[in-house]
């Protein structure tokens, strides 16, 4: 049996942290995720892990009960078009924000990113933490909530264009999901900036 990851709960024990991480960088179509969450100092839940090592019905169980145990909790997401506009890191990057800043309850006095990309948020400093979904409880809980909020919109936007299979493949650039592209062209909600089709790269 695999053992149960042990999550350190922060990393400055007197301050408020919020862990903030993002859903959707690598997808074809639809927003880039984002979430910021604070929760107490003793939280545990023996599920909670990087949203990648996670079961869909795991995360789906974990949501309510980060949401309803956080002190503060925000998602935020950034547009395909505004992908477009200012390109995948920075919109990543931007979504962060946008998830800090719609923290209502409590103001974090610093941040833990995960990965190694950030641009500073005026006020709070931050640390950057590759990997850090598996290796502190915020940024595991802000990478659950931002994963499963963007897959609920997938899964909405899936039934307005059926023919992505975007219920299966959550618009990641699949085979099934490029030959849609080529046989039907790109929706609205794809990222024109990104490469659609493999071979064809300025078809569109």
């Given at each position: 049996m695999k053992k149960a990851v042990a999550l350190l709960n922060c990393m400055n024990q007197g301050l408020v942290e919020a862990g903030c991480d993002e859903a959707g960088r690598g997808p074809l179509a639809g927003p880039v995720y984002a979430a910021a969450v604070i929760l107490p100092k003793d939280f545990h839940h023996p599920l909670l892990n990087d949203s990648k090592k996670l079961t869909a019905k795991q995360r789906e169980l974990l949501r309510p009960?980060?949401?309803?145990?956080?002190?503060?909790?925000c998602v935020a997401s950034v547009s395909a078009a505004d992908i477009d506009k200012m390109n995948i890191l920075r919109a990543s990057i931007h979504a962060m924000h946008l998830a800090i800043a719609g923290l209502k309850k409590m103001t974090p006095e610093h941040l833990l990113i995960d990965g190694n990309r950030f641009y500073a948020y005026p006020g709070i400093p931050h640390t950057c933490i590759v990997g850090g979904d598996g290796k502190y409880t915020a940024i595991a809980a802000a990478s659950i909530l931002a994963k499963t909020h963007r897959d609920e919109f997938m899964l909405r936007i899936a039934a307005e264009y059926p023919q992505y299979a975007w219920e299966k493949n959550m618009a990641y650039p699949t085979k099934e999901h490029r030959e849609a592209i080529r046989k039907y062209g790109p929706s609205p909600y794809h990222r024109m900036s990104f490469r659609l089709?493999?071979?064809?790269?300025?078809?569109f």
């Open positions: 009960i980060i949401e309803e145990q956080a002190l503060d909790w089709l493999d071979n064809d790269p300025e078809l």
